[in-house]
């Protein structure tokens, strides 16, 4: 069974950046799946951010192009995401996820809340 | 892109059936099988129960089911069991490589 655990800072400065890892377990990033980001913000539903694939192809919601960045550490089985110029909108439970066949996520951390404030 | 519609709320009593909706347009749901279900609770990491409009993943229990007509898709769940009590998300495929989701429904079992 494959397992995702998010990483990293809690807190993050208003126009700072985001930054996250997902560390994969129990299987490979090189494997045939895209690997995705997903967040939630408080008393908000879910909105998917982009997904990544092991050779670094990206797909990002368009609504959030041109200040995402994902990518892809086959050495250390993990992935990714970048998110600049963040504000207080931004504050959200962070979610890694494995994509498979049909767009469907079947597989998720347990997500990382990220503050955005000052 | 807008999010998927679906009712903020739905409800039932144990061993009844309740089916949450979730609307959207020919450019997502109605124009692909890619329709997913998950369920939510607070706290936890979500849990996929239905891809490709009507398909289960392996463990997930055969009393919940999906479906879709025209730009609406369905989650029924039959049966309700006091665990079934979640927030329940839909999600499609919009084209040009792109996922959106649905605003959530909370499912009460009375």
């Known amino acids: 069974q494959v397992q995702l655990q998010e990483s990293g800072p809690g807190l993050v400065k208003p126009s700072g950046t985001l930054s996250l890892t997902c560390a994969v377990s129990?299987?490979?990033?090189?494997?045939?799946?895209?690997w995705s980001w997903v967040r939630q913000p408080p008393r908000k539903g879910l909105e998917w951010i982009g997904e990544?694939?092991?050779?670094?192809?990206?797909n990002y919601n368009p609504s959030l192009k041109g200040r995402v960045t994902m990518s892809v550490d086959k050495s250390k089985n993990q992935f990714s995401l970048k998110l600049s110029s963040v504000t207080a909108a931004d504050t959200a439970v962070y979610y890694c996820a494995r994509s498979v066949s049909g767009w469907g996520l079947d597989n998720w951390g347990q997500g990382t809340l990220v503050t955005v404030s000052s | 892109q807008s999010a998927l519609t679906q009712p903020p709320s739905a409800s039932g009593s144990p061993g009844q059936s309740v089916t949450i909706s979730c609307t959207g347009t020919s450019s997502d749901v109605g124009g692909y099988n890619y329709v997913s279900w998950y369920q939510h609770h607070p706290g936890k990491a979500p849990k996929l129960m239905i891809y490709e409009v009507s398909k289960r993943p392996s463990g997930v229990p055969d009393r919940f089911s999906g479906s879709k007509s025209g730009n609406t898709a369905s989650l029924t769940v039959s049966g309700l069991q006091a665990e079934d009590e979640a927030d329940y998300y839909c999600s499609s495929y919009a084209g040009n490589n792109n996922l959106v989701f649905g605003g959530g429904t909370k499912l009460t079992v009375l």
């Open positions: 129990g299987g490979s990033i090189s494997s045939s799946n895209w």
């Open positions: 990544v694939y092991h050779s670094g192809s990206t």
